[in-house]
């Protein structure tokens, strides 16, 4: 199991693309498990757990499909469970690395050095989530890593407004 989280911790470093994973639902299934359980995790730091599971629910079939279209859009459908698998494993590796600075910014509200800190690097890792799917999908689509980074601003800007619109923020 370490081997498999080395290859995941490799992608996020562009060192494997997605064709270093099998086509596999069964692997996906784990992976995908593995998301939803840590990803619940640092919602649920802020939000409750019925609204953690429903906001990770959407995120992830809009993340499915986005992926389903694009990768039909080019013909490479074939790819699909290698490239979700990819990024959702990614993704897993990111979200642990930012569960310690969620939880700092939670306990440090009154905008002391730490919190600023934790956000300071909880930005750079949604820009480092942004850089792998777009590697991944890249690779995916045989496109160059520009346009798979395009792609995927296009896709968290317009998932975070879709995000807001369905769980908004408490004021």
């Avoid at 494997?16 to 619940?40: E, H, Q």
């Avoid at 600075?101 to 905008?111: C, F, I």
């Avoid at 300071?120 to 160059?144: H, N």
């Avoid at 296009?154 to 619109?165: A, R």
């Amino acid at each position: 199991m370490s081997r498999l989280a080395l290859i995941f911790v490799d992608i996020a470093l562009h060192r494997k693309g997605p064709d270093a994973l099998p086509a596999s639902r069964f692997l996906f299934g784990i992976v995908l498990a593995s998301y939803l359980t840590v990803s619940v995790l640092a919602l649920q730091i802020s939000w409750p757990l019925s609204r953690a599971m429903s906001a990770m629910i959407v995120d992830v079939a809009l993340y499915l499909a986005f992926f389903g279209i694009v990768l039909r859009v080019v013909r490479r459908s074939g790819r699909f469970w290698q490239t979700v698998t990819a990024v959702l494993g990614a993704e897993t590796f990111l979200s642990c690395l930012a569960l310690p600075l969620l939880l700092t910014r939670s306990a440090e509200s009154d905008g002391t050095a730490s919190e600023v800190l934790a956000t300071s690097v909880l930005l750079l890792i949604l820009l480092w989530s942004i850089d792998i799917a777009g590697f991944v999908l890249a690779r995916a689509l045989d496109r160059p890593y520009i346009v798979g980074v395009m792609i995927m601003i296009g896709y968290v800007v317009s998932s975070m407004m879709l995000g807001e619109f369905l769980f908004p923020s408490p004021n």
